[in-house]
């Protein structure tokens, strides 16, 4: 045997049994549900993290506090997201994708409720973690759902919607966040968030199915809706030790610096820089952003499966999992180019034409993000689908580990190196992730080779 091709060994592979009846269980028409109702999951958490920026300024005023020390919130929020991600995901495998969401929603709605009624910095903290930790089930469960039901030679397109409606929230929670906190204020927000999950909760109970289909027999045998099993959830952490999941994982979380880096501190950066303190336009500044993820999810999806299908075929049948990241070549590159642009023309270029530029390279950084993440999220559910919702919330929390410092000294290296050398210094983190999901390419199946984790067969 050829230790370049390990997925291709039958005797090293977990394939289930009858592919075909697997991935026929659900008409097209239950399957656009199922996306839909996922995509709609996915959302939320989108919205908890991206209506809270905007106002950061108002809460640290009302709390008597400063947008550093508010800023803190984020970075825990992602933390959470983390933690939460890899608990809600570890749970999925045992009990079915279904009862996480509908755990996962009241957490979120006394989180949302405790984060409206804070009156101090601590309390403020606390209920963030609450609240984000209840709706983190909703990318990486969400990502298995569409990995029980769809082949790979549609999941690419499938997951590229999933991505692209979730990222949705990216463009609409800022400008609902901002509104909502200069029309209105920043705690109804929060209300309304809570009253969200209530309704979400519903929404999952009537649409959802179970998915779930790895040793879903044993899962029938075992337990009860009344009995509770401890599974540890940081064990989905050492399906890290594969070296193309963490090349992978790295990449991933380098393209999210960029975004972070650029959105975090837009009150203190572009709208300081062009004279904008009215939260609900610091919030539309996300929405070119937004749109950029939302317009490239879907394309960097299909062509994920578009360059499955052509390697496949140049091969006369030898299909590479490796060969979906080839979409990254392609839109990969705005992610460095948008987040060095972006610090350049906010110190040199004033006035509306500078403004305007920035957020073209919102856009343009929007686009380059989501032709990272679509490929990479669909790659990880390829090669370990028995195990798609813990490989998702793995990588979720191992970039949360990164992110999280990253929030927290985004605006102090702004004022101690200034705005030119920290887009500079994303700038080279994006260049080297993007240097790993080429070596990756190259390498994939010898890496593969090294440390097998229980990798699936592609099919």
Same mark, same amino acid.
């Given at each position: 045997?050829?230790?370049?091709?390990?997925?291709?060994?039958?005797?090293?592979?977990?394939?289930?049994?009858?592919?075909?009846?697997?991935?026929?269980?659900?008409?097209?028409?239950?399957?656009?549900?199922?996306?839909?109702?996922?995509?709609?999951?996915?959302?939320?958490?989108?919205?908890?993290?991206?209506?809270?920026?905007?106002?950061?300024?108002?809460?640290?005023?009302?709390?008597?506090?400063?947008?550093?020390?508010?800023?803190?919130?984020?970075?825990? %929020?992602?933390?959470?997201?983390?933690?939460?991600?890899?608990?809600?995901?570890?749970?999925?495998?045992? @009990?079915?994708?279904?009862?996480? @969401?509908?755990?996962?929603?009241?957490?979120?709605?006394? !989180?949302?409720?405790?984060?409206?009624?804070?009156?101090?910095?601590?309390?403020?903290?606390?209920?963030?973690?609450?609240?984000?930790?209840?709706?983190?089930?909703?990318?990486?469960?969400?990502?298995?759902?569409?990995?029980?039901?769809?082949?790979?030679?549609?999941? !690419?397109?499938?997951?590229?919607?999933?991505?692209?409606?979730?990222?949705?929230?990216?463009?609409?929670?800022?400008?609902?966040?901002?509104?909502?906190?200069?029309?209105?204020?920043?705690? %109804?927000?929060?209300?309304?968030?809570?009253?969200?999950?209530?309704?979400?909760?519903?929404?999952?109970?009537?649409?959802?199915?179970?998915?779930?289909?790895?040793?879903?027999?044993?899962?029938?045998?075992?337990?009860?809706?009344?009995?509770?099993?401890?599974?540890?959830?940081?064990?989905?952490?050492?399906?890290?030790?594969?070296?193309?999941?963490?090349?992978?994982?790295?990449?991933?979380?380098?393209?999210?610096?960029?975004?972070?880096?650029?959105?975090?501190?837009?009150?203190?950066?572009?709208?300081?820089?062009?004279? *904008?303190?009215?939260?609900?336009?610091? !919030?539309?500044?996300?929405?070119?952003?937004?749109?950029?993820?939302?317009?490239?999810?879907?394309?960097?999806?299909?062509?994920?499966?578009?360059? *499955?299908?052509?390697?496949?075929?140049?091969?006369?049948?030898?299909?590479?999992?490796?060969?979906?990241?080839?979409?990254?070549?392609?839109?990969?590159?705005?992610?460095?180019?948008?987040?060095?642009?972006?610090?350049?023309?906010?110190?040199?270029?004033?006035?509306?034409?500078?403004?305007?530029?920035?957020?073209?390279?919102?856009?343009?950084?929007? *686009? !380059?993000?989501?032709?990272?993440?679509?490929? *990479?999220?669909?790659?990880?559910?390829?090669?370990?689908?028995?195990?798609?919702?813990?490989?998702?919330?793995?990588?979720?929390?191992?970039?949360?580990?990164?992110?999280?410092?990253?929030?927290?000294?985004?605006?102090?290296?702004?004022?101690?190196?200034?705005?030119?050398?920290?887009?500079?210094?994303?700038?080279?983190?994006?260049?080297?992730? @993007?240097?790993?999901?080429?070596?990756?390419?190259? @390498?994939?199946?010898?890496?593969?080779?090294?440390?097998?984790?229980?990798?699936?067969?592609?099919?």
């Amino acid at each position: 045997s050829s230790e370049e091709s390990p997925l291709l060994e039958g005797d090293r592979l977990h394939i289930p049994d009858n592919l075909d009846s697997v991935y026929s269980r659900f008409s097209k028409t239950q399957k656009n549900v199922v996306v839909f109702a996922v995509s709609f999951a996915g959302l939320l958490p989108m919205f908890v993290t991206g209506t809270f920026v905007p106002s950061i300024p108002q809460i640290a005023h009302d709390l008597d506090s400063t947008g550093a020390a508010v800023s803190l919130a984020v970075s825990l %929020s992602v933390f959470a997201n983390a933690i939460g991600g890899l608990v809600w995901a570890a749970y999925s495998s045992f @009990y079915g994708r279904r009862p996480m @969401y509908l755990w996962g929603m009241p957490i979120l709605c006394i !989180g949302s409720f405790g984060v409206a009624a804070s009156t101090s910095l601590r309390w403020l903290l606390f209920w963030r973690f609450v609240q984000a930790f209840g709706c983190a089930g909703g990318v990486p469960v969400g990502a298995a759902t569409i990995g029980d039901i769809y082949r790979v030679e549609q999941r !690419g397109t499938a997951m590229g919607i999933f991505f692209g409606a979730c990222l949705l929230g990216v463009a609409l929670s800022p400008i609902a966040g901002g509104t909502a906190a200069y029309y209105w204020s920043w705690r %109804s927000l929060q209300w309304s968030l809570g009253l969200w999950g209530f309704i979400e909760m519903g929404f999952i109970y009537l649409l959802l199915p179970e998915t779930s289909h790895w040793h879903l027999g044993d899962i029938r045998e075992l337990t009860t809706p009344f009995k509770f099993v401890w599974i540890n959830p940081f064990s989905s952490i050492w399906l890290l030790r594969s070296p193309n999941i963490m090349a992978v994982t790295l990449a991933n979380a380098s393209a999210m610096v960029t975004e972070y880096v650029l959105l975090i501190p837009i009150a203190y950066t572009i709208g300081a820089r062009y004279h *904008i303190s009215n939260e609900a336009l610091i !919030g539309a500044c996300f929405l070119p952003s937004g749109l950029g993820n939302f317009i490239a999810s879907p394309i960097a999806g299909r062509l994920s499966d578009v360059m *499955i299908e052509k390697w496949t075929a140049r091969r006369k049948g030898i299909r590479v999992p490796e060969d979906r990241l080839r979409a990254i070549l392609v839109g990969g590159l705005f992610v460095p180019l948008s987040v060095c642009l972006s610090g350049l023309i906010t110190t040199y270029i004033a006035g509306p034409s500078g403004l305007v530029l920035n957020l073209f390279c919102l856009f343009m950084n929007g *686009i !380059g993000v989501d032709f990272v993440l679509t490929p *990479i999220g669909s790659y990880n559910v390829d090669v370990l689908q028995s195990r798609s919702a813990e490989v998702i919330a793995a990588v979720t929390a191992f970039r949360a580990i990164i992110l999280a410092p990253v929030t927290a000294a985004v605006l102090p290296s702004i004022e101690t190196l200034g705005l030119v050398a920290t887009n500079g210094i994303a700038t080279m983190i994006a260049i080297l992730g @993007y240097g790993l999901i080429v070596l990756t390419i190259r @390498y994939g199946d010898r890496m593969r080779a090294w440390v097998d984790v229980g990798y699936t067969a592609v099919d």
